[in-house]
């Protein structure tokens, strides 16, 4: 299974950006995609994850804010990022799990300026 990103880049604050998150190879129909991101000095973590059923999951500091969702025919995630911040500058990875293994696709830089 590989996993293409896109759509990272550079925002000012109170700016919109949107990730992209394509799937491909033999993937198992049920699985939750999901983007984590990584800010220098500090651990990966959650952003937002959806369920092949359409459960959707958010870290607190991106509620209201933030919106996954997901194209189950074409195995692509999106992340729609609204009313940005410097502190949400990182590096975003893409995750797909199953409940045999994860996957993980390359980081894409979104840099927030104030």
Do not use: H
């Amino acid at each position: 299974v590989q996993l293409q990103a896109s759509g990272g880049g550079l925002a000012q604050a109170g700016g919109s950006l949107r990730l992209s998150c394509a799937a491909s190879g033999s993937i198992f129909s049920i699985n939750t995609m999901g983007w984590y991101r990584q800010a220098p000095g500090k651990q990966r973590e959650l952003v937002a994850s959806i369920t092949s059923g359409g459960s959707t999951n958010y870290a607190d500091s991106v509620k209201g804010r933030f919106t996954i969702s997901r194209d189950n025919a074409k195995n692509t995630v999106y992340l729609q990022m609204n009313s940005l911040t410097p502190e949400d500058t990182a590096v975003y990875y893409c995750n797909l799990e199953t409940w045999y293994s994860a996957y993980w696709g390359q980081g894409t830089l979104v840099t927030v300026s104030s």
